[in-house]
């Protein structure tokens, strides 16, 4: 009872809120729409399946149906094509031994091989090996004698029939009851010839158990009848036991079909039932596989299937109609919520607009304006701040400090000496390369200015090193207007030689190339030092991926990519691959925009 009374409590509070955020829009309301629209859609598209799922049942069954009996068909023949087979092989089997023509040409007088037991032992070595064969004979028309693995001579004769199928030299294959009595057999007998004088000298036949053949096959007789039937019509084998050994032509289901072709498939209807009908033909000749399928099994079950759909059906509304309560509830309680907290913020009822959305919506403008203002102040401060990271990362390689006691030097050089030397120049190149990178002027120079400075920096490892270092320049001389950014090939060049030329400990070459790929300038700077591991390789590459992180390793390189990120973006940056010839080294490739007036001011 307490429970009754909490949720009527809550039905109660639930509806008072609903009234209380709903009366300016009656049916106007989002919640109200949203209710029909969700409950409409539900009953919709139930009776549009209902539809579909009940005129296409009756077309789905039956192609299951046909499908089902035709594999089951296909895997029965295939299981009893296999026996017949196998007691075919071993009748030929039999046929071939040296010792089954003695017998067959010995007679009562002059017995050319008197003892059977070898002939004996193998006919029981069949039978314990294949358990559905239930007897194998051997019978010599000369002398009259019958071997097999157990009975008599005489029991055997009462009831094995073979004198209808010895007038030809084929395989015959029938049925027969065994003393009369069930199960039957079906035998597959081999007439034994003597061509010389060209007659009949006896036979060979296997009998197959019918018994341990459908225990074998496993057909389900109550749903799936199967029949084994000749070309005269003659029942050879059926799952159902009143019909061996009768004729199709006496069987109302069969008498129809068993001349028809192979893969056939056909209704069958009689005042009480209903069947489908599959025929296949036997890989022996003159003998067919029919199955009947019982329909109305499956029309029980169709039609207890859309009995048990209508009653979910039913079900299935009223739940829907619940559903779309609580759902259409559950969707309009935020807009509740900021409809109220609107008016409540902004002091404006809902009485004079269309619906909730269109009061939120309004509001949204109002505020959408405000935070423009905002935006575009953020936008100016963000790009400050970027300017100052940019400077901040290049002063990592502008030591400008140092250029004017490296000027004085230099000087006090030529003084000592009276004329240029190797000291001198080399202060010379350290001291322009110093002054491009304390130049704030701008970001970006043209690539041919860059080329300069950059050879200064190589002049200077060629006096260091006694010319060990050689730089080989590949221009395109297209490309030496176009801009780039400033001191970007220097840091690349001091990491070829660094890493890879240095720990060689041998004279080296770094191949500078440039060119134009599509709308990008590409620059590639190419060592023959000592490489780097693939694993290696993929870390670096992976570091410099990620350009808003700083590490102790290649500074110089970091510095480089984090400038092309920051003043290109994401897409453009540094990558490191071995060398394109397959020779020891690696290629440093740098693509930047196609540009002649890149502007200094970061955006």
Not at 124 to 135: E, P, V
Not at 391 to 408: A, E, M, V, W, Y
Not at 498 to 521: Q, Y
Not at 559 to 567: A, K
């Amino acid at each position: 009872m307490k429970e009754f009374t909490k949720t009527k409590n809550r039905i109660r509070k639930c509806s008072h809120t609903l009234l209380h955020y709903t009366p300016s829009f009656s049916f106007k309301s989002i919640f109200t729409k949203n209710f029909m629209l969700i409950f409409s859609l539900v009953i919709i598209i139930m009776l549009i399946n209902l539809n579909i799922f009940s005129s296409q049942l009756t077309s789905i069954f039956t192609d299951e149906i046909n499908t089902y009996n035709v594999n089951s068909l296909k895997q029965l023949s295939q299981s009893v094509d296999t026996v017949i087979n196998t007691c075919e092989n071993i009748t030929t089997t039999l046929a071939s031994k040296n010792t089954t023509e003695i017998f067959m040409n010995s007679n009562k007088y002059n017995l050319l091989y008197p003892d059977h037991s070898s002939i004996r032992s193998e006919l029981i070595n069949y039978i314990s090996i294949y358990q559905y064969i239930d007897s194998i004979f051997l019978y010599s028309l000369e002398s009259d004698i019958l071997i097999c693995e157990s009975d008599t001579q005489n029991q055997i004769l009462e009831w094995f029939d073979y004198k209808d199928y010895t007038n030809t030299s084929a395989i015959s294959i029938y049925s027969q009851f065994k003393y009369d009595n069930f199960p039957s057999v079906i035998t597959v007998l081999r007439p034994f010839f003597d061509y010389k004088n060209e007659k009949f000298i006896g036979f060979i036949a296997v009998n197959i158990d019918t018994f341990k053949l459908s225990e074998m096959i496993k057909s389900e007789k109550n749903l799936f009848s199967f029949f084994l039937v000749n070309n005269n019509g003659n029942i050879i084998y059926s799952t159902v036991p009143e019909y061996l050994t009768q004729n199709a032509q006496n069987i109302n289901c069969l008498k129809n079909y068993y001349k028809c072709d192979d893969a056939f498939t056909a209704i069958y209807s009689d005042k009480d039932a209903q069947y489908t009908v599959n025929v296949k033909n036997s890989q022996f000749k003159n003998i067919k596989y029919i199955s009947l399928s019982y329909m109305n099994y499956y029309k029980d079950i169709k039609n207890r299937t859309v009995s048990y759909l209508l009653k979910n059906i039913i079900i299935l509304i009223l739940c829907s109609i619940i559903l779309s309560c609580i759902v259409s509830w559950h969707t309009y309680k935020p807009f509740a919520k900021i409809t109220n907290m609107l008016s409540v913020s902004y002091g404006k009822g809902l009485k004079n607009e269309i619906n909730e959305l269109e009061f939120i919506l309004k509001n949204i403008d109002m505020v959408i304006n405000k935070n423009n203002e905002l935006s575009e102040q953020l936008d100016e401060r963000f790009k400050l701040l970027k300017q100052a990271n940019f400077f901040s990362l290049q002063s990592q390689i502008n030591p400008h400090f140092l250029f004017n006691t490296i000027d004085n030097i230099r000087w006090l050089a030529i003084a000592q000496t009276g004329t240029n030397n190797v000291v001198s120049q080399s202060l010379f190149s350290l001291a322009k390369l110093l002054r491009t990178s304390s130049n704030y002027s701008g970001f970006f120079v043209t690539i041919n200015d860059e080329i300069s400075y950059t050879k200064e920096y190589v002049n200077l490892l060629q006096l260091k090193f006694n010319h060990n270092v050689n730089c080989l320049w590949e221009i395109d001389e297209n490309i030496l207007n176009y801009k780039i950014i400033r001191m970007c090939l220097q840091p690349i060049i001091e990491n070829s030689y660094e890493h890879g030329i240095k720990p060689k400990d041998a004279a080296g070459l770094i191949t500078v190339c440039g060119f134009i790929d599509g709308n990008d300038i590409v620059m590639t700077v190419t060592d023959n030092g000592i490489g780097i591991p693939e694993n290696e390789l993929k870390a670096l590459n992976l570091r410099l991926a990620d350009n808003n992180t700083t590490y102790a390793e290649h500074i110089g390189l970091n510095n480089v990519n984090q400038r092309i990120c920051l003043i290109f973006g994401n897409n453009y940056h540094i990558k490191i691959s071995k060398r394109d010839d397959g020779k020891q080294g690696v290629t440093v490739t740098l693509r930047i925009p196609q540009s002649s007036d890149f502007s200094d001011n970061l955006s």
